[in-house]
């Protein structure tokens, strides 16, 4: 007992809650569907009137020329009534058809302020399948548009449909008590029949949805076809490597595959949609043919009080009224199963910041006098047993150029990421001028660095804006970082690539990456750290890059990382990781000496190819 | 040039292509959607009979029994009815679901089956988004499922009310229809100025999802943070929002005319319709029980038309969808073409002869390959140098059969490759490219590309020893039957780019083909396993043919001869001796490259030119 008033309180948290979200999307949508469901019921309830009062007085006989008038006048009040009604609705339709994109807005920004280390957490992933398994099922914000919607209607409805049938009981269930009585006790217990029916249902299909949905355990669960069609597990460069390897029959294979689970599953969950919908229908036609019924018995057992017209008014705003109620009931229920399906995205939009952001502002500095220190940091990615640095103390030299070496995964790059604090270590810390890095001002210490990552992207907006990260560009600046990376043959403003804008051009692999380096350069930051900015590059362009980089890279504090040992040459300070530790430092000299080194390996391993003979 | 034709059939066939469609996909679906049609002509006319009953019964002063007995069967009769109706309609809509799949698996097929210089081309790409788009939210073959049905009952209950009003006046029916013609004028007007605003709206909203979902990528987060882009990302996000409002609201404008004129034309019918009904009634024409009849006919049968009126437009949109989904799906299959001979040999190794080849893609105004001529003999080590873009990659695609010339020819063992099989041409090669597959396969299942029942497991094994992936995997207790991926299972193997590019590697030996073509097989790995890769490279390539792409000219001292290409061409072919003496291209390319390696000493930061 006490579990389920726990669960309807949380219920009813979410629908609250979600009652306000669709009120902070647009503030005027609540206020404005009321209105537009006043005026259009009353426009409806109306004609019902109209038609049946003509009916009454064509009965008794009445004069036919004030009942005309009347007629046409209440008729026009209805016109009216009926253009505001379509008036709001108008702009409530553009409301509701861009709910969704007002959602994404406000996804991507969370998005964009969330720490980095939960972007790539598991936590994460999770929580995002979840949102859309619960937006694919609930149809999402715009499903919280239209079910308030119609819980609107229905509310207006019951209460206009009640006010017009009110005279109904003083007149005929006064005469007639017991039969009244039999009457309103059916029609009260279709009502709870019905919603009770509706609710087994309505859950029967939620456990279904979840189901088919659920979380990739069993092997036999998910459909692949989607993910291949989507191109989730399969892109369109694999197209050539499927056809040269004749890999028709594997893909086959696994097209297929929790079909079988899913058809099963899909067709159980249309017959329990099927028992839903039919439900509501069938108590409705009862309800409808009871009023009928019982309305027509009574008026004929009074001896025909109450005038033809008023019995088929009686009918209708009773019927009406029942109607509404069992669909406002089926209304809120969906309601909070819509709210039900945004629990998780409210999880998403109330995730918190889990590293420690410090307020300090970073000391401007134009002589550029700053100093990274590393002291005894250990860090392991989340989920992982295995350190990925080990107690590493290191010191950036202002203004000196460092390279950094090793082995796939010894942790090069995960040094950087800890430098900028993509992730935080687990142990020791990292100090600027002095001063822990957490303490800082995240956007303000994030001024000092530029870096290129191996795993860069770019957008596929202009040229200029990529490497200006802004609207407003110095033109002549941009054109200068360009031109240092060796960057030439396309005009600023050309979008590079086709998905933004129709008439952009797509550039290679060797073209991104100058135009990423731009980037960094554009930025002009105290420290620049490139990790492989050349993997993509022929010879040529690489001797471009490298021989523009020392030039930019002046009075900067530069670290590059590479496998390319010759690029590393050049620097006074060559540091060399193995194992999320540094096992040797020092200039190529006397690094080359030592022949049991691993810089030895490395380098002989490379060089031996380009000896001059 | 076009690749793909437009396809453009009218509703009529398109309509009669997804009923066999559907037919295949499922009888059962098709006959029900059928049979409950005449229930759903009887349930709304029961909301225009019932009230003449009714008042029949009233005015004729029945007796208890009699209304229990006609009110009871009728309201027994419509129950059952509505409840079957609602069902059956119910289910089969939710089991259409999987009609969709029945597309989806076609447009999936399409893309492996046809020409691969088609399926590379952006052309095909738009072409396939929008065929895709029958599977998206407006669903089209379904909706043409569902729609069809409802437009017979909306045709039946038209014809039937109009049947009822023919019998009271003419004059009404014909302004009925003279004023659903001009509502139908208005709403046509409103379409008008949704298809002008089409496509400004498709724009922006491709704009803005592109952004959105920019943002939200895990692949750009890094980049997002290190440059601070997130102010600058949303206020473009809100502006394009706002872009697409400002297009809506113009768009809603549109609707008031209809919507003004309807509303006054239903004014104008039901002023008319009661001043006509009142005064047939007082006159004595017709009882009360027909004037609720007629009454409700009437303001019926405008919405009769106005949903035919719906529902076509809705088939017309559907068809734009479907007619998209057909010129997809009959852009030809490989297989399609003319059976070509199937005998090629391959015991003897593989021989390929390029003659005045030239070859453009179809999207560009200029040839990538431009007259190229070489032969590679049986046996031999060919080194591919050049800078990007010098179309390295493009000549491994024409090599294998995966782009055919527009100039000259290709032969494999002095056979045209215009006259060979497909599948023949494809077996004769084990190719790594840059990019890498990975399919949510098992491991074993992902080396021999193979379902797991003809996985040779002792070739796998090797093939992962000769990679150098063995060792690795056996420490972390991968098995060939573990599954890689996320995709399948949440403990699925997720490798590294190198060990990716290994992978690939492994393929490739398996596969152990005659001819082997490396395409930057060692771009992603540290020198030392790049080492090992190049170690192994004369073992692996033993008795074979074998092509080695790279920009590190160090792959070249083993190999037997150095093609070095230039704008579509070769330049200079030879040994590494031979070319670096002849002091071209070559020579300078190596020299820039060897630079730093070379044991003399220099000065740091010397100008280094050529």
């Keep these: ?613 | 040039m076009n690749l793909i034709h437009e396809k453009n059939y009218n509703l009529i066939r398109n309509i009669i292509y997804i009923a066999r469609c559907s037919f295949i996909f499922d009888k059962s679906i098709v006959l029900t959607l059928l049979i409950i049609i005449p229930f759903g002509i009887i349930i709304p006319v029961s909301d225009i009979i019932f009230p003449k009953i009714v008042v029949e019964l009233l005015t004729t002063k029945a007796d208890v029994f009699t209304i229990l007995l006609i009110i009871g069967s009728i309201s027994i009769l419509l129950t059952i009815l509505t409840g079957v109706y609602r069902y059956m309609l119910e289910t089969r809509e939710s089991r259409l679901t999987f009609f969709i799949r029945y597309f989806r698996k076609k447009i999936f097929l399409k893309t492996l089956n046809c020409k691969y210089c088609i399926s590379e081309s952006t052309e095909f790409n738009t072409k396939r988004e929008a065929a895709l788009m029958v599977s998206y939210y407006s669903r089209s073959a379904v909706q043409i499922c569902l729609h069809v049905p409802t437009l017979i009952i909306d045709i039946a209950c038209f014809l039937l009310y109009s049947s009822i009003l023919s019998t009271l006046n003419i004059g009404i029916m014909i302004y009925l229809i003279v004023s659903a013609i001009i509502v139908y004028m208005f709403a046509r007007q409103e379409t008008v100025c949704a298809e002008h605003t089409k496509e400004d709206l498709a724009k922006s909203k491709r704009k803005f999802n592109y952004v959105i979902r920019q943002c939200q990528s895990i692949q750009m987060a890094k980049d997002i943070r290190i440059y601070n882009m997130n102010g600058w990302l949303t206020i473009r996000m809100r502006k394009l929002l706002d872009d697409l409002l400002v297009i809506a609201h113009i768009r809603s404008k549109q609707g008031y005319m209809s919507q003004i004129s309807g509303a006054v034309m239903d004014l104008i019918r039901d002023s008319i319709a009661y001043i006509c009904l009142i005064t047939m009634t007082i006159k004595g024409n017709i009882a009360l029980g027909d004037f609720m009849l007629y009454f409700g006919a009437i303001t019926g049968f405008s919405n009769w038309v106005v949903q035919i009126i719906y529902h076509i437009k809705n088939l017309r949109i559907y068809n734009i969808d479907i007619n998209a989904l057909r010129t997809y799906l009959d852009i030809p299959d490989e297989t399609n073409e003319a059976e070509k001979a199937n005998n090629l040999s391959l015991k003897n190794g593989v021989d390929i002869q390029f003659e005045h080849v030239s070859f453009r893609y179809p999207e560009s105004s200029h040839d990538i390959i431009h007259d190229i001529s070489f032969h590679i003999h049986s046996g031999e080590h060919i080194a591919l140098v050049g800078l990007n873009g010098s179309g390295k990659t493009t000549l491994v695609k024409l090599m294998t059969g995966l782009y055919e010339p527009q100039k000259g020819s290709i032969y494999i063992n002095g056979k045209d490759i215009r006259t060979l099989n497909r599948k023949q041409i494809f077996s004769a090669y084990s190719v790594v490219f840059q990019d890498f597959m990975i399919l949510p396969a098992t491991l074993g299942e992902n080396i021999a590309l193979k379902p797991e029942h003809k996985v040779d497991e002792k070739r796998a094994i090797d093939a992962l020893i000769h990679a150098g992936l063995y060792d690795d995997f056996k420490r972390r207790g991968i098995t060939l039957n573990s599954y890689m991926t996320h995709t399948i299972s949440k403990k699925g193997i997720v490798l590294s780019g190198g060990e990716k590019q290994k992978m690939m590697l492994a393929r490739a030996l398996y596969k152990n083909a005659p001819f082997l073509v490396l395409d930057e097989p060692t771009s992603a790995l540290d020198p030392l396993a790049e080492k090992n890769i190049y170690e192994k490279y004369q073992t692996i390539c033993k008795e074979k043919t074998a092509l080695f792409i790279s920009h590190r000219l160090a792959s070249t001292q083993f190999s037997d001869k150095i093609f070095l290409l230039k704008d579509g061409n070769i330049i200079e072919s030879g040994t590494h001796d031979e070319l670096y003496k002849a002091n071209g291209e070559y020579a300078r390319l190596y020299k820039v490259q060897s630079h730093y390696y070379n044991t003399y000493k220099e000065k740091e930061g010397n100008d280094y030119g050529f």
């Design chain 1, 1 to 613: 007992m006490a579990s389920k008033l726990k669960i309807f309180h949380k219920n009813y948290i979410i629908s609250k809650r979600l009652v306000r979200t669709v009120h902070e999307l647009y503030p005027r949508y609540i206020p404005m569907t009321i209105l537009r469901h006043i005026a259009g019921r009353l426009s409806a309830f109306i004609g019902i009137y109209v038609s049946t009062m003509i009916l009454s007085e064509l009965a008794i006989h009445s004069p036919v020329k004030p009942l005309i008038i009347k007629s046409i006048i209440l008729l026009f009040t209805a016109c009216i009534l009926r253009l505001i009604n379509t008036f709001l609705e108008k702009k409530a339709e553009v409301m509701r058809e861009f709910s969704y994109e007002m959602m994404d807005c406000k996804n991507a920004e969370k998005m964009m302020n969330l720490d980095y280390q939960d972007i790539e957490g598991d936590y994460l992933r999770r929580l995002r399948e979840r949102i859309d398994t619960d937006n694919w099922w609930g149809s999402g914000i715009y499903g919280a548009f239209i079910t308030m919607d119609y819980i609107i209607y229905q509310c207006i409805n019951v209460i206009i449909s009640a006010a017009m049938s009110v005279t109904v009981i003083s007149t005929l269930f006064y005469q007639e008590s017991l039969l009244s009585a039999v009457f309103l006790i059916s029609l009260t217990m279709l009502i709870i029949f019905n919603t009770s029916l509706q609710f087994y249902y309505n859950k029967k299909c939620f456990v279904l949805q979840d189901k088919i949905s659920s979380e990739r355990d069993n092997i036999e669960d998910t459909d692949l076809l989607n993910e291949f069609v989507d191109y989730r597990c399969f892109s369109d460069t694999d197209i050539k490597e499927a056809k040269l390897y004749n890999a028709e029959e594997l893909i086959y294979k696994y097209l297929d595959y929790g079909k079988k689970f899913h058809t099963y599953t899909i067709n159980r969950l249309a017959k329990e949609e099927g028992k839903y919908y039919m439900t509501g229908d069938v108590f409705r036609i009862i309800s409808k043919c009871l009023c009928y019924l019982f309305i027509t018995i009574m008026a004929t057992i009074s001896g025909n009080a109450v005038a033809i017209g008023m019995v088929i008014r009686y009918v209708i705003c009773i019927d009406e009224m029942t109607g509404s109620f069992m669909a406002l009931l089926r209304d809120i229920q969906s309601f909070l199963k819509t709210a039900k399906r945004h629990d998780s995205t409210f999880e998403y939009l109330d995730m918190r910041s889990s590293m420690y952001h410090g307020k300090l502002p970073v000391e401007k500095r134009s002589d550029n006098e700053y100093e990274i220190e590393f002291r005894n940091v250990s860090f392991k990615y989340p989920g992982n047993n295995e350190y990925s640095i080990r107690n590493l103390s290191l010191k950036l030299h202002i203004g000196e150029k460092m390279a950094i070496v090793g082995k796939n995964g010894s942790g090069k790059t995960t040094m950087i990421k800890l430098l900028c604090r993509l992730y935080d270590p687990q142990e020791g810390e990292i100090l600027l001028n002095g001063i822990n890095i957490r303490k800082f001002d995240y956007k303000e210490y994030m001024q000092l660095f530029s870096i290129v990552f191996q795993d860069f992207s770019l957008f596929d907006f202009s040229i200029a804006e990529n490497v200006a990260i802004s609207d407003n560009y110095d033109k002549e600046r941009i054109e200068e970082c360009l031109n240092l990376t060796g960057f030439s043959g396309h005009e600023i403003d050309v979008p590079c690539g086709k998905k933004y804008d129709e008439n952009g051009i797509l550039l290679s692999g060797g073209e991104k990456q100058k135009i990423a380096i731009a980037r960094a350069l554009y930025k002009d930051s105290a420290f620049i750290l490139l990790d492989e900015p050349t993997a993509a590059l022929d010879p040529v362009a690489e001797y471009e890059v490298y021989s523009a980089f020392n030039e930019i890279a002046k009075n900067k504090t530069a670290v590059y990382i590479s496998h390319r040992l010759s690029s590393c040459r050049f620097c006074k300070d060559i540091i060399v990781f193995d194992k999320g530790k540094i096992v040797q430092r020092g200039n190529h000299d006397t690094l080359i000496k030592d022949e049991n080194s691993l810089y030895y390996k490395l380098w002989t391993a490379q060089a031996k190819y380009y000896s001059t003979k």
